[in-house]
């Protein structure tokens, strides 16, 4: 089978108008143009209900588009899906499993299922698979008695069993607790430095935040914004922090000086910083006594560049 190539600018996933529009009239993907640099840890960012899984469905050749184009790996999807599928690995909407059969026993039963896998070298791969997700303990137990976390991490396991040039991950730490969610990440990050593309759809911007290169923001099925996640925050003044042990005194010079959204902790104040020189925002802090013991920006976030794009929020938490 040829291995296809990136094909557009070097894009893995590149979507031209694309559009879903389901029975009834609902839109739920509206004329989306986006790109997905090869070798990026790319997020696909926006509430639930906002068009991911939609999206991701058609890029995946799952559902056809009501209008518009979708390239995956260069070949034009749903069309080239037999060309496509096998360089790519995919968890959407949960892992589909055998519930009487063994964590283990549901992985050889995928890999046995992939016409390019070599038999001869199935067990050492889904042992491996395992392991990165660290299911080896749980491997003989049956999927039926897994908790939704163990289901996504086998999920994972199944969409790893082959080296894949794309890896599609959709909302990849749901049902993880904080521990589980911090390994999900160091593997994006592994496999990433490996050379695999990973396109990962989250609600958290959090988890954006903190393992991807580059970043899409959808809302009500239209895309907002994208671009590399240094890029984003660039474009936004980070938070203005004051240390200090005269919180109350700095919290009300600050918005004497036009700061705005002034939050006082047990001995720091921030806020979003006024528009003039930061120099004299600071020596009025001096001037009125304020004992200033660190004053500096903190780098904006990808939460914050988002605020500052819709003028809203949504789950944050990692």
Not at 42 to 47: C, D, I, Q
Not at 90 to 105: K, Q, V
Not at 197 to 206: A, G
Not at 244 to 265: H, N, Y
């Amino acid at each position: 089978m040829d291995e296809p190539s990136e094909g557009e600018g070097d894009a893995v996933i590149a979507t031209r108008a694309l559009t879903k529009r389901y029975r009834g009239g609902q839109l739920a993907v509206d004329g989306l143009d986006l790109t997905v640099p090869a070798g990026s840890v790319f997020g696909f960012l926006g509430p639930n209900g906002s068009g991911k899984t939609t999206t991701i469905r058609m890029l995946m050749g799952l559902i056809e588009p009501t209008s518009g184009t979708a390239a995956v790996l260069g070949r034009p999807m749903p069309g080239a899906a037999r060309a496509v599928v096998p360089w790519v690995g995919a968890l959407i909407e949960g892992p589909a499993l055998y519930g009487h059969l063994s964590g283990r026993d549901n992985l050889l039963r995928y890999d046995a299922a992939d016409p390019t896998a070599d038999p001869r070298t199935r067990r050492e791969r889904v042992a491996s698979a395992l392991d990165r997700v660290g299911l080896t303990a749980a491997a003989t137990k049956k999927a039926k008695a897994y908790s939704l976390g163990m289901k996504q991490r086998l999920g994972l396991a199944a969409a790893l069993l082959q080296p894949r040039r794309l890896l599609v991950l959709d909302e990849p730490t749901n049902g993880l607790d904080p521990q589980g969610m911090r390994e999900i990440r160091t593997l994006v990050r592994e496999l990433a430095s490996d050379g695999t593309t990973v396109f990962l759809s989250s609600h958290l911007l959090d988890e954006i935040d903190q393992v991807c290169t580059h970043a899409a923001v959808m809302a009500q099925g239209r895309l907002i914004v994208q671009g590399s996640v240094a890029d984003l925050a660039a474009g936004v003044r980070g938070r203005l922090v004051v240390t200090t042990p005269d919180t109350t005194d700095a919290a009300r010079v600050l918005k004497e000086q036009g700061a705005a959204d002034v939050v006082t902790a047990e001995d720091r104040v921030t806020a979003q910083p006024p528009g003039h020189d930061l120099a004299e925002v600071n020596a009025a802090l001096v001037a009125a006594g304020v004992r200033v013991r660190g004053f500096g920006l903190e780098r904006a976030s990808l939460e914050d560049a988002f605020v500052a794009l819709t003028g809203e929020g949504f789950d944050v938490a990692g």
